[in-house]
Structures are given as structure tokens and as C-alpha cells.
């Protein structure tokens, strides 16, 4: 495929790779949670791309989904600045033993 060296393909393979893979590090955020990728994009980069560039793709951003508890598809998800994907995660659970 003329498209697998680029940043675009990239992304859309990581974002099924922690979805779906249990040996993923990132698996228990997302796959074990039960977050998955839709139908629409999940085995189709074409209509995966032509979502990304209607909707903001630049080599600056990266996929960012608007509900953190809710799958990837193109109700859930826009492109952000790492910024943006900072003020957008979880909060994390505090290690400090009180």
C-alpha cells in the first residue's frame, strides 16, 4: 500500500494496535477498557484518511478522542496539538499512600 510509510497510516495502526492487541503496553488504557475503533475506520485506512483530512490532519496534531471512555470513530474523535491532548486525558490515579 502506497500510504503504510506515512504518519496518517501510522496512526491509524497504533490507534488498532492498543485497541486489539493484549501484548500492546498501551492495551489496558484502551482495548481493556473496551475501547475499540468503529467499524467504519477499523479495516478501512482509505475511509480512515478521508475522515483525518476533512477534519483538521496536519503532521502537527494527533488523533485525540473527545470522550476519553467512549471508542474511536468520527463522533468521538478530532486532531489536537499536544496541548490540547494534555488538557483532554483521564485523571490519573495518585500513587501517594495517605
Excluded at 483530512?53 to 494527533?62: F, I, M, T
Excluded at 486532531?79 to 501517594?96: G, H
Aim: aromatic share 14%; charged share 35%; glycine share 4%.
Amino acid at each position: 500500500m502506497v500510504d503504510s510509510d506515512t504518519r496518517l497510516y501510522k496512526i491509524w495502526e497504533k490507534m488498532k494496535y492498543r485497541c486489539y492487541n493484549k501484548h500492546s503496553n498501551s492495551y489496558p488504557n484502551y482495548g481493556g477498557r473496551g475501547i475499540r475503533v468503529c467499524a467504519e475506520w477499523k479495516d478501512d485506512f482509505p475511509a480512515f484518511k478521508k475522515w483525518a483530512l476533512a477534519h483538521g490532519y496536519s503532521d502537527s496534531k494527533s488523533i485525540d478522542r473527545k470522550n476519553n471512555n467512549a471508542s474511536y470513530s468520527p463522533a468521538n474523535c478530532k486532531f489536537s496539538t499536544r496541548k490540547e491532548q494534555a488538557n483532554n486525558r483521564r485523571p490519573r490515579k495518585s500513587s501517594k499512600k495517605k
